[in-house]
């Protein structure tokens, strides 16, 4: 006889219950992916209480769809839009948090690729790759199991077609009632959501404004007052000077100004103030806002260097294709040597010659460093300036101007080189008992507060060892304009921060800073908030117009 206390269930039961479950399963599949975005986007569980009107409009369409293979190509498609979004969202927040700004699906796409770069010189290519593959295989998985929630919830409906349309007839009525009064479940959350929709309009918009701004760079880079000048009238008021033009990795306004981390590199600024008086230096110092946040620096580069306002890969590409006067060609052709020093490449740089007219580059393969890699850093910024003194301004040799960039302030900012003698650098192998003092990123990582006191070491390891570098050396000769890149990500900088960089030009002889007096700028390394901002791509006519005949 049966277990009275414990009856089996009749099969029938067993497949009305599985089937019970399966469809919870894909009504809850349905209803997170469509909410998911604007969880992303607020990282607020609130944004889950709303209505996924994407999935309502859906399914309705589903429903009514009396074709079967139609109804499996609409699920698709909708279910692709509603994962999109997702992809969307979350690169977009991404993107804000590392480089301020949204992705733009129009001039963004290169971007992901030097993220990818960055990901793996961080954590080791392994893992990036395999970062990649899990998130390919998440997104495909993601659509499958949407599209299949959607037929089956479709299918659930279809059989009760007159009470669903009418269900959804009234939620969506609700919805528009709701949506034209103003009314809220919640402050600040909508009382439903169309995320897919949305995001979608927002890119077609985006993409309409990147033309419109396109059009603008053309007009832009179509005219140039500079280009046909003669040689001769070119930078005459720096005649025999040697000139630098300094990149400091991630060094923003925030390093400098009204943060937690700013005052220990202010102490390292007014110690350089000290320095460089002692030595007879003089320095101005003021803002420029760069055309770039949190990472691709070689836009700001490009946009000091040309004048025109490069603030996408997509317009790096077509600028350096051309044939625009910049701040390098313009010492060439009017008799300086130039010099690039990038100590993070390690491979040929085409654009470095074609476009900057560099005729010598140097990098991570050919400085003859020794030493260990500093994280993203391959290179320690101090060897990257010792090595410069003693191979090119040491020698006897002709006028020259270079861009060095200094990248030990890099995310992750960890671990950091320390300051070690001059004397005793030598091909780098003093570093070897350095990287141990560092904590690995996964470690400081998990906390904001560790990252930003990070950052602002190696701001000030950056800044100190440049002050000793030009104590040291004490050339009568050098002109040097310091300045950052851009603002370090939203971890360091917060939410919202501006995109203005601290910008220095130092030099012995009075006559260099005389001649810019008329900019305003400050007579400081730690530039005041009151200090002159400019863009950064007026910086190159001013320069030339200081400078020239």
């Known amino acids: 006889m049966p277990d009275r206390q414990h009856p089996r269930r009749h099969p029938g039961q067993r497949r009305r219950a599985a089937a019970t479950i399966r469809t919870v399963l894909a009504a809850v599949t349905v209803f997170v992916a469509s909410l998911a975005p604007g969880l992303i986007a607020s990282w607020s569980p609130l944004a889950l209480l709303r209505i996924p009107l994407d999935a309502v409009v859906a399914l309705v369409v589903l429903v009514l769809l009396p074709w079967r293979p139609a109804r499996r190509i609409v699920a698709v498609l909708a279910a692709t839009l509603i994962v999109l979004s997702i992809v969307g969202t979350a690169l977009d927040r991404t993107f804000t948090a590392t480089v301020g700004r ?76 709701l949506a034209l009064v103003g009314a809220q479940l919640v402050p600040g959350q909508p009382v439903a959501a169309a995320d897919a929709l949305s995001e979608t309009v927002a890119k ?6 990147a033309e419109r701004d396109q059009a603008a760079f053309d007009r832009a880079g179509a005219t140039d007052p500079y280009a046909q000048l003669p040689a001769s009238d070119l930078l005459t008021g720096l005649k025999g000077k040697d000139v630098i033009i300094a990149f400091v990795e991630s060094y923003g306004q925030v390093a400098v100004q009204g943060t937690p981390f700013s005052s220990g590199v202010d102490a390292v600024l007014r110690d350089g103030d000290a320095q460089l008086a002692a030595h007879g230096y003089s320095e101005r110092s003021a803002f420029l806002t760069s055309s770039t946040f949190g990472g691709i620096s070689w836009l700001a580069h490009a946009t000091l260097q040309t004048g025109l306002w490069v603030d996408s890969q997509q317009k790096y590409d077509q600028v350096t294709a051309g044939h625009r006067l910049t701040l390098s060609d313009a010492f060439r052709r009017a008799g300086w040597r130039t010099i690039s020093d990038v100590p993070s490449d390690t491979k040929p740089w085409p654009v470095g010659s074609s476009f900057y007219h560099y005729g010598t580059q140097l990098n991570a393969t050919n400085v003859g ?123 360091v900088s917060g939410a919202g921060a501006d995109h203005d960089v601290p910008v220095s030009i130092i030099a012995k002889d009075p006559a260099v800073t005389q001649r810019i007096a008329s900019w305003g700028w400050q007579p400081t390394m730690l530039p005041s908030p009151t200090a002159p901002v400019w863009r950064m791509d007026a910086f190159r006519n001013r320069f030339f117009s200081a400078y020239g005949g």
């Open 369 to 491: 460093y020794q030493g260990p890699k500093f994280s993203y850093a391959r290179v320690p910024d101090q060897y990257t300036l010792s090595y410069f003194q003693r191979h090119e301004l040491a020698r006897p040799h002709a006028p020259l101007m270079a861009e060095i960039d200094f990248v030990s302030s890099h995310t992750p900012w960890t671990p950091l080189p320390h300051p070690v003698p001059w004397d005793a650098i030598g091909d780098g192998s003093i570093y070897d008992s350095q990287p141990a003092q560092g904590l690995p990123p996964s470690t400081v990582w998990q906390s904001r507060q560790h990252v930003q006191e990070l950052y602002g070491q190696s701001i000030q390891y950056t800044m100190g060892s440049l002050f000793s570098f030009l104590t040291t050396f004490d050339d009568p000769n050098l002109v040097m304009v310091v300045l950052g890149d851009h603002q370090p990500a939203s971890v």
């Open 204 to 209: 077609v918009d985006q993409a309409a404004a």
């Open 102 to 177: 949204t992705f733009d699906v129009v001039t963004g796409w290169p971007e992901l690729s030097d993220g990818y770069g960055v990901v793996s010189d961080s954590t080791g290519p392994v893992l990036a790759v395999l970062l990649v593959v899990l998130l390919a295989t998440a997104a495909i998985g993601a659509t499958v199991a949407v599209t299949a929630s959607l037929l089956h919830l479709a299918a659930v409906l279809g059989r009760r077609r007159a009470p669903s349309l009418i269900g959804a007839s009234a939620v969506t009525a609700g919805w528009l009632a």
